[in-house]
Structures are given as structure tokens and as C-alpha cells.
């Protein structure tokens, strides 16, 4: 997907957010923009923020200091005598000490080392499902895993395709809002920072936390997503139709789920959480709440504008991106369990209205995923001992940054 051309460029957040995007997807930034190899790793991604990936010194700088010591250094006075004492073991105060570059690492083992995929087998009639496990692990009052297991979290599997040769008519008439929408569709390429910060104003500069917090969860997010993506090998329209005819060059991976919805209901339920609490009453809140999910929809929606998704993909990419929001959260807080997603493609309607609403799969006032009664292809379903969902082992990582961000969030006058 493309947003990931943003997580790269956390980038973006320098002053070049969604150009630093569009630059990717068409070449210039490389490597950064178009396989998002920076922006997943976060490395180069997440150092982009402050605009100086990684501290370093040019080679005027360089070249400087070389004879700049020899001239002030003096003589050799041995180690000093009164010296600082060794930082603690794997603590989170550590963290403070790092660049973003290296927190990002660190954060990234954290959310991807709890990651499963199991590829299902196909059955005559029965198209295979694709699964996304969460690693339980209990662990004893010495620090040592006394029990592990793998937990259900997403379950996928790909529509007919007399559903896509049918979503195929939303594509015909959706192209009409092209002239409307084309600046939103190339700005959206990368990281829609402006877009949801316009609602709720944050950005490295006032926020470093939020931001580092939210492009840790994309990172996970892409991850995921092009896992589903390569496993379900789903055609994009326009090699169904020539007369699709996409406004912006179709990305080579798979069509659902879209990473676009993906990511931006993912965005959405995680800018929800942080700004709880700090918007009025519940009623005030729910107001915020839902503009998030609305310019998720609309981002998720310019994909179908632009002639590179079905509406299917972006109803896949939502439910996804609500579930590991949800999960991404819960990791996060420290909840004790999770829902699980199944998603079952074939049960997808045909005809009739089959088109993407956000409001089937997301109820802004709880701040949480809920399905519209009556839906055949998606379920969500709690912890149960027969289908058990617990996080078990928590990270206090993840909750470090967590405050961190939620911190950024409150009320001046809740601070003062």
C-alpha cells in the first residue's frame, strides 16, 4: 500500500508528510517511498521525523574536528576517578536516551515478535483462510515462559470472483469524482498526518510521542497487511477491465485487503484512545471521535476514486485496521485479553449494495469496533476458553510509550 511510503517517511513529518509520499510512490525518495523498506523497519522512517535521521557530521564537520582536538585535548589525564555507574539492565528509562531510530527497533521486536502467519490449504469448493496468530506467553515470577501458545487474532479469506467482476460497476461510477478528489488521492500517498492532525492538531514538534507511537502501529500494520495481501493474491480492477483506467500507477501487490483502509481505520481508533478524556463530555468526544473514522473513510474511498480498489477492500482494510487498532491498544494498556476478526470472503453479497460504509463496522461512541446485525462475512468474537485471546506477558515498552504519548494529550489545565 502506499501510506507505508509515509511510515518510511515519518519522514513526512518534517514538513514534506504527504509530498514525501508521493515522491516515494513515484521514485524519488526510492527506496523509502516505493517498497516502504525504511518506513516498515522504521529505521530511516522513524529518524526522519526529527528531519536528521541519525545524528552525523558532514565532511566540512568532519575534517574540523580532526584538528580541532589535537588542539584543545592537552595532555592525557587517565580515567577519571569519580565515574558514572553502568545504566540499568532492559530498563525503560533507557529509552529516554535513545534516538528515534533506535527506539523504533526496539519497538518494532516488541509488536512483531508476538506475530504469527499460517497459510491455510485449499479445500474443493472452500477457498483457504489465512490466519494472524498472537504469541501468548505466561511467564513465572523468575522471568521464564512457563507456558506458550499461539491465540487466533485475524482470519481471512478472498472473495469469489463473481464478487470482483461485480464491484467492478462502484469503480465505473466512483471515477467520476476524480477531478474532485485527485489532490486528496496524490496527498494521501504518504502518511496522512495533515489529514487527521487537522482534526486534532499534533505533530513532532509539539507531540514527538503520538507521533512515534502512531508509526510504530503502521509499521505493524504494513506488515500485516502485505502478509494478507501475498496470501490471498487477490487481481486489482484493472486487470479485470481496461476500462478501469487507475489515475495513479497500481501498486504490484495484492488487492485486499486495502492497506490504505488498513492503516487509516488503524490511525483513526488509536487517535480516539489519546484523545479521550481530554474533549468535554462524552457527547463532545464522540464528535472527535467520529471525524477520525469519517477521514479514515474518506482516504479508503479515494482508493476506489482513484480505480486501484474495490469497495471490498476497503470494507477487508477496515475491519483489519480496527482489529489491530484494537489489539495495538490493548498491547499497549495492558488489557487482558483481545477480539478476534474473521473475515469470510465467499459470504460477501453479489449484486445489491455492496459497497463500503464505515459505519456498519465502527461505533464512534464506544471507541470500538461493532458489526451491524445480520452481517454473513465478518465476525468478531471475544476471549472464550474454547477460543482463548489473551495477551498474556505484557510489554512494558509499549506501555512506556504509550504514557509517554497519552501524556502529550492532556489538558493544559488538567497539567497545571
Avoid at 576517578?81 to 534516538?99: E, F, I, R, V, Y
Avoid at 488521492?185 to 498526518?193: D, E, F, R, S, T
Avoid at 512515534?212 to 497487511?225: G, K
Avoid at 480492477?237 to 476500462?243: D, L, V
Wanted: overall charge negative; hydrophobic content about 40%.
Amino acid at each position: 500500500m502506499a501510506i507505508r511510503s509515509g511510515v518510511s517517511g515519518v519522514s513526512g513529518v518534517s514538513g514534506v508528510s504527504g509530498v514525501s509520499g508521493v515522491s516515494g510512490v513515484s521514485g524519488v525518495s526510492g527506496v523509502s517511498g516505493v517498497s516502504g523498506v525504511s518506513g516498515v523497519s522504521g529505521v530511516s522512517g522513524v529518524a526522519g521525523i526529527t528531519g536528521i535521521a541519525g545524528e552525523f557530521y558532514g565532511i566540512t564537520e568532519t575534517n574540523a574536528l580532526l584538528t580541532n582536538r589535537d588542539g584543545i585535548v592537552g595532555n592525557w589525564l587517565g580515567a577519571p576517578t569519580a565515574q558514572q555507574g553502568p545504566l540499568k539492565h532492559d530498563s525503560n528509562d533507557n529509552l529516554k536516551l535513545l534516538g528515534t531510530t533506535e527506539r523504533a527497533a526496539i519497538i518494532d521486536f516488541e509488536l512483531n515478535s508476538r506475530l504469527a502467519f499460517v497459510s491455510g490449504k485449499p479445500a474443493i469448493g472452500v477457498p483457504p483462510t489465512m490466519t494472524l496468530y498472537h504469541l501468548f506467553v505466561d511467564m513465572t515470577p523468575g522471568g521464564a515462559p512457563a507456558n506458550i501458545a499461539w491465540h487466533k487474532l485475524v482470519e481471512m479469506s478472498r472473495p469469489t470472483q463473481e464478487v470482483f467482476l461485480d464491484q467492478l460497476r462502484y469503480l465505473q461510477t466512483y471515477a467520476e469524482l476524480r477531478p474532485d478528489r485527485g489532490a486528496e488521492i496524490i496527498a494521501q500517498l504518504g502518511v496522512p498526518n495533515a489529514f487527521f492532525s487537522s482534526i486534532a492538531p499534533f505533530s513532532f514538534a509539539t507531540k514527538p510521542k503520538t507521533v512515534e507511537l502512531i508509526y510504530a502501529a503502521l509499521r505493524m500494520s504494513y506488515v500485516v497487511e502485505m502478509r494478507f495481501k501475498h496470501a490471498l493474491a487477490c487481481r486489482r480492477a484493472h486487470e479485470y477491465s481496461p476500462q478501469v483506467q487507475p489515475m495513479i500507477p497500481p501498486p504490484l501487490h495484492g488487492s485486499l485487503p486495502s492497506g490504505h483502509a488498513t492503516e487509516a481505520f488503524l490511525f483513526a481508533l488509536i487517535m480516539s484512545h489519546l484523545v479521550a478524556g481530554t474533549k468535554g463530555n462524552a457527547s463532545e468526544e464522540e464528535r472527535w471521535v467520529e471525524q477520525f473514522a469519517r477521514q479514515a473513510a474518506r482516504i479508503a474511498i479515494n482508493r476506489t476514486v482513484a480505480g486501484v480498489h474495490y469497495p471490498v477492500d476497503s470494507v477487508a482494510g477496515c475491519l483489519l485496521g480496527l482489529t489491530l487498532g484494537e489489539y495495538f491498544v490493548g498491547l499497549c494498556t495492558g488489557l487482558v485479553s483481545y477480539r478476534k476478526l474473521s473475515f469470510i470472503g465467499n459470504n460477501f453479497p453479489v449484486e445489491g449494495d455492496a459497497d463500503f460504509n464505515w459505519t456498519r463496522y465502527f461505533n464512534p461512541k464506544a471507541r470500538r469496533m461493532e458489526l451491524d446485525p445480520g452481517l454473513q462475512y465478518a465476525e468478531i468474537s471475544p476471549h472464550s476458553e474454547q477460543a482463548p485471546s489473551e495477551f498474556g506477558d505484557t510489554s512494558s515498552i509499549l506501555s512506556w510509550l504509550w504514557k509517554e504519548a497519552r501524556e502529550e494529550w492532556k489538558d493544559e489545565t488538567e497539567q497545571a
